[in-house]
T-cell receptor, first 111, second 113 residues
Framework: GNSVTQMEGPVTLSEEAFLTINCTYT??????LFWYVQYPGEGLQLLLK?????DKGSNKGFEATYRKETTSFHLEKGSVQVSDSAVYFC??????????FGSGTRLQVQP | SQTIHQWPATLVQPVGSPLSLECTVE??????LYWYRQAAGRGLQLLFY??????ISSEVPQNLSASRPQDRQFILSSKKLLLSDSGFYLC????????????FGQGTRLTVV
């Protein structure tokens, strides 16, 4: 079956630091990959996505590249802000009609 | 534009009581609909998904059930709540077919006491 493994948090960074949140996946077929963000007390919002190998998804300064050879989709941002503090989820569809999510990584950015 | 509404936002229910959470989607037709649960400090667990009226797929055997009486309405129910049913319940939709990019509601925080 499909699975997603994310680095455990919390990740604590100072403002303007570089962010990497690792994500690896196991899926059949030709999966699409997603990053979602959840702010406290809210639902999930799509942050970015990639639908085929070597695609790069980007949004709001965040980027992730679909690496089929390493089955990875690591999330990066060059300079984080306090407002980026949230929980980040990696997900894949793995050829199914529903997404499989990782366990989430909490990011705390300190001023 | 499409919107998704989920209610109530918070709910406190005693053990053994029934449950009904409702979710509706506007601005699209024949969406795929989903119920997820997020336990405290954990990831999202897919509970049910539906590709059409009356069509429900259950991912995890449990105390809950789902129904889709109308194209854009998805209901999560229980006849008797357990303490372990506490959590954050999220409804989501995606465009029909194999398009899986999901759009989430604001969630319902359920506490069973």
């Amino acid at each position: 079956g499909n699975s997603v493994t994310q680095m455990e948090g919390p990740v604590t960074l100072s403002e303007e630091a570089f962010l990497t949140i690792n994500c690896t996946y196991t899926a059949t077929g030709y999966p699409s990959l997603f990053w979602y963000v959840q702010y406290p007390g809210e639902g999930l919002q799509l942050l970015l996505k990639a639908t085929k190998a070597d695609d790069k998804g980007s949004n709001k300064g965040f980027e992730a590249t679909y690496r089929k050879e390493t089955t990875s989709f690591h999330l990066e941002k060059g300079s984080v802000q306090v407002s980026d503090s949230a929980v980040y989820f990696c997900a894949t569809d793995g050829g199914r009609r529903a997404l499989t999510f990782g366990s989430g990584t909490r990011l705390q950015v300190q001023p | 534009s499409q919107t998704i509404h989920q209610w109530p936002a918070t709910l406190v229910q005693p053990v053994g009581s029934p449950l009904s959470l409702e979710c509706t989607v506007e601005g699209t037709s024949n969406p795929n609909l989903y119920w997820y649960r997020q336990a405290a400090g954990r990831g999202l667990q897919l509970l049910f998904y539906s590709v059409g009226i009356g069509q429900i797929s259950s991912e995890v055997p449990q105390n809950l059930s789902a129904s889709r009486p109308q194209d854009r309405q998805f209901i999560l129910s229980s006849k008797k709540l357990l303490l372990s049913d506490s959590g954050f319940y999220l409804c989501a939709w995606s465009r029909g077919g194999m398009n899986t990019e999901a759009f989430f509601g604001q969630g319902t925080r359920l506490t069973v006491v």
